[in-house]
């Protein structure tokens, strides 16, 4: 079965610092591995995704994801974070044997300060 | 264009009482999800429709969670003899038939309440 860790619940960043939130997957086969945000009261918001090719994703609103296979990673990165930034993130795997279907982690809140 | 929706918003109800949500998936998306968002079990697969091909309900909780779709558009969530349990945001996403690296586009959900 696959599986989706993200080890921190909450991580806190001053704006303007650059922001990592983490993310390791578990899944036979290759991995299609997403980002998606969500703000209070509101759906999931599609940020970026890997499929192939260049390990580097950009995606919306200045954030960009690295895939890593040897350490089964795929961190979330923006280079200055900004107060409205806040949220909730959730990254996602689909593929290998499990079907079309989206496997969340857990998610971790964000929080921006001024 | 348009992006998916659900309706209601929010639905409080009985314990015992049946629900039903909808929802419209973004015009030509073939491929339609639901997942169920609650505190204790974070985001969860429930069902997914592809197309005219038989649904694959390996996520649905219990046998009173049925959902279908009608003319390869519209979907409904059906939870019948409600649970306090059932009590979460269920959300619904749609996407293009090309397979698993496809994006999921996701509905406001639906906030319901089993009291």
């Known amino acids: 079965a696959q599986s989706v860790a993200q080890p921190e619940d909450q991580v806190n960043v001053a704006e303007g610092n650059p922001l990592t939130v983490k993310c390791t997957y578990s899944?036979?086969?290759?991995?299609?591995l997403f980002w998606y945000v969500q703000y209070p009261n509101r759906g999931l918001q599609f940020l970026l995704k890997?499929?192939?090719?260049?390990?580097l994703v950009k995606g919306s609103y200045g954030f960009e994801a690295e895939f890593n296979k040897s350490q089964t990673s795929f961190h979330l990165k923006k280079p200055s974070a900004l107060v409205s930034d806040s949220a909730l993130y959730f990254c996602?795997?689909?593929?290998?044997?499990?079907?079309?279907?989206?496997?969340f982690g857990g998610g971790t809140r964000l929080m921006v300060k001024p | 264009g348009a992006g998916v929706s659900q309706s209601p918003s929010n639905k409080v109800t009985e314990k015992g009482k049946d629900v039903e949500l909808r929802c419209d998936p973004i015009?030509?998306?073939?491929?339609l999800y639901w997942y169920r968002q609650s505190l204790g079990q974070g985001l969860e697969f429930l069902i997914y429709?592809?197309?005219?091909?038989?649904?694959?309900k390996s996520g649905l909780p219990s046998d009173r969670f049925s959902a279908e779709r009608t003319g390869g558009s519209v979907s409904t969530l059906t939870i019948q003899r409600t649970q306090q349990e059932d009590s979460a945001v269920y959300l619904c996403?749609?996407?293009?038939?090309?397979?698993?690296?496809?994006?999921?586009?996701f509905g406001p959900g639906t906030r319901l309440l089993v009291l």
């Open positions: 996403a749609s996407s293009q038939p090309l397979g698993r690296q496809e994006t999921q586009y």
């Open positions: 899944v036979s086969g290759n991995p299609y």
């Open positions: 890997y499929i192939t090719g260049d390990n």
């Open positions: 996602a795997v689909s593929g290998g044997n499990a079907g079309n279907m989206l496997t």
């Open positions: 015009s030509g998306h073939t491929a």
């Open positions: 429709f592809q197309g005219n091909s038989a649904p694959d």
